[in-house]
């Protein structure tokens, strides 16, 4: 996987970029027709704390189309059954929103990264 240096450090930079980016499900080869991108905030973040009526610190968000962002919300209610249904690892997200934080991460990168 390639690394590059994060292009922001500041937050409100960091989730427009996490917003260009595609959505994390898509990638993994769960396609959508939706091509809208939304910075969801981690419901368990890997950073900071998230209480009653507050979302996680934006450092905790991950891109997810329109579609995936949905049924997240609506259908499975918790990231652990939402990345296992995927076939994923159950803190896929948390994993994947420290990478991008940490610059980890780059829009060319062609595999998962991890």
């Known amino acids: 996987m390639k690394k590059q240096k994060h292009p922001f450090k500041n937050l409100d930079n960091h989730i427009q ?3 260009s980016l595609p959505c994390v499900i898509c990638e993994a080869g ?3 027709t939706h091509k809208i ?7 368990k973040p890997w950073v900071g704390t998230r209480g009653m009526s ?3 610190d934006d450092r905790n968000i ?3 189309c329109l579609h995936h962002h949905q049924i ?5 209610g918790s990231e652990k059954l939402f990345f296992e249904s995927f076939g994923l690892p159950a803190d896929y997200g948390k ?5 991008l934080w940490e610059g980890k991460i780059s829009p060319s990168d ?3 990264p991890f």
């Open 17 to 19: 970029y996490v917003k």
């Open 30 to 32: 769960f396609s959508s």
């Open 37 to 43: 991108v939304q910075a969801h905030h981690l419901l």
């Open 54 to 56: 507050m979302k996680a």
């Open 62 to 64: 991950i891109p997810l």
């Open 72 to 76: 997240l919300h609506t259908k499975y």
């Open 95 to 99: 994993q994947y929103a420290k990478s």
């Open 110 to 112: 062609d595999d998962l």
